[in-house]
């Protein structure tokens, strides 16, 4: 049964930071994995897609890796920003079953202080 | 350039009532889901469509019944409302399968 965890729950950095979110899945036969950002009370935008064929995808100050063998994902932010606060979740979605379900993780909460 | 539409964004019920929440996508999509979020619990799938007429269950379908009459559309029924039904719930879509899924803004239930 894939299961995905996001470490750590919450992190605070200041503005201009690099910085590392990561997702940790326990079944390698992942078809892609999914990351998305969700604000307070609202709902989930998708921020990048890594195909299971794939390494790296990147969208702006964003950079999403995918390591199948060690069962990780790394979103990588540049030069934070304080709109950048959000919670940050993974998903991944396994290659057999259910039409394409995702599995998410528990999300990583982001505040990046002015 | 809507996405996909949910209604209603905020939802109060008593216990024993039952409500449809609406779901609707305008990308032609063949793939439509329902999740619900719950602290601790993360997101987790109820139901499932692959095309107009085809559903099946996800991993937490009691209590809820969905139908796929069209590509657009895809209801999720609560039968006899209970309190834990309580939570926020998102309707995704997706085209082809490489594709990435879209969410809805979510449906917030409340049930009394």
């Known amino acids: 049964k894939q299961e995905v965890t996001q470490i750590p729950a919450a992190l605070s950095v200041p503005e201009g930071e690099n910085l590392v979110l990561n997702c940790s899945f326990t079944?390698?036969?992942?078809?892609?994995l999914q990351w998305f950002r969700q604000d307070p009370g609202k709902g989930l935008t998708s921020l990048l897609l890594i195909q299971s064929s794939q390494r790296e995808q990147t969208s702006g100050r964003l950079n999403a890796s995918l390591d199948k063998s060690s069962g990780r994902s790394t979103l990588y932010i540049a030069a934070s920003q304080p709109g950048d606060s959000a919670t940050y979740l993974c998903a991944a979605r396994t290659a057999y079953n259910q039409g394409g379900k995702l599995i998410f993780g528990q999300g990583t909460e982001l505040s990046v202080k002015p | 350039n809507a996405g996909v539409t949910q209604t209603p964004k905020f939802q109060v019920l008593k216990t024993g009532q039952s409500m449809t929440l609406q779901c609707a996508q305008d990308?032609?999509?063949?793939?439509m889901s329902w999740y619900r979020q719950d602290p601790g619990m993360g997101l987790r799938l109820i139901h499932y469509s692959v095309g107009a007429g085809i559903t099946d269950q996800g991993e937490v379908p009691n209590g809820y019944n969905v139908s796929r009459s069209t590509t657009e559309d895809f209801p999720l029924r609560l039968l006899s409302a209970a309190p834990s039904q309580t939570s926020v719930y998102f309707c995704a879509s997706r085209g082809q399968s490489h594709q990435p899924q879209h969410f809805g803004d979510g449906t917030r239930l409340s049930i009394l």
């Open positions: 990308m032609n999509h063949e793939y």
């Open positions: 079944d390698s036969a992942i078809y892609n």
